[in-house]
């Protein structure tokens, strides 16, 4: 299985829009396709830059998933 780091531009496209960066992560890394590698530093990128004020007016950023 091939692994791969999602860049963090990747996240930010799939959370506010459709198209193909969307496709990249319900498709590829939520079906189990590759093995996500990260390190503390990257996730903490991820962290950082979902939470900027500038992104709260996304609807999909506000939603909580649900875990059941």
Same mark, same amino acid.
């Given at each position: 299985m091939q692994k791969? *780091? $999602?860049d963090t531009? $990747?996240?930010v496209s799939a959370l506010i829009g459709s198209g193909y960066p969307t496709q990249i992560i319900f498709?590829? *890394?939520?079906? #189990?396709? $590759?093995i996500v590698c990260s390190s503390f +530093? *990257?996730?903490?990128?991820?962290? +950082?830059?979902?939470?900027?004020e500038r992104f709260a007016k996304y609807p999909?950023?506000?939603? #909580?998933p649900k875990l059941y």
């Open positions: 791969i *780091v $999602v531009n $990747v996240i498709d590829i *890394v939520l079906g #189990k396709t $590759v +530093e *990257v996730f903490e990128e991820y962290i +950082e830059v979902l939470h900027r999909r950023f506000l939603q #909580k």
